[in-house]
């Protein structure tokens, strides 16, 4: 069965990095689109980095983007997520998620995902 397992967060300061890994199996990571969502404590979740699986095409969100880097590796069926000069706003718990659907003219930020990791959570503070 489709299965995505998150790995990678924890603490770190204010200008620190971390990089988020998500091993897919059950299914070929290349074939399905893949993002990166977050979800904050009160606040509303939000995509943050996906990867179109029609043209490999990335999204990144204004709010991350220059610090955030969305990635994948064919060989190890693995999404990753660099993060660099984290913010504290940047706390929140990551979440992996995939879906099956071709997006010839749709954008990988714009659709619903069916399969989602249980999340890791990332802590900024000094």
């Known amino acids: 069965q489709v299965q995505l397992v998150e790995s990678g967060g924890g603490l770190v300061q204010p200008g620190g990095s971390l990089t988020l890994s998500c091993a897919a199996s059950g299914f070929t990571l290349d074939t399905y689109a893949s993002a990166w969502f977050r979800q904050a404590p009160g606040k509303e979740r939000e995509v943050v980095a996906c990867?179109?699986?029609?043209?490999?095409?990335?999204y990144v969100a204004d709010s991350v983007k220059g610090r955030f880097t969305v990635s994948r590796d064919s060989a190890k069926n693995t999404l990753y997520l660099q993060m660099n000069s984290l913010k504290p706003e940047d706390t929140a718990g990551y979440y992996c998620a995939a879906d099956p659907t071709y997006l010839l003219f749709k954008f990988c930020n714009t659709i619903d995902y069916d399969y989602w990791g249980q999340g890791t959570q990332v802590t900024v503070s000094s």
């Open positions: 990867v179109s699986n029609a043209d490999d095409t990335t």
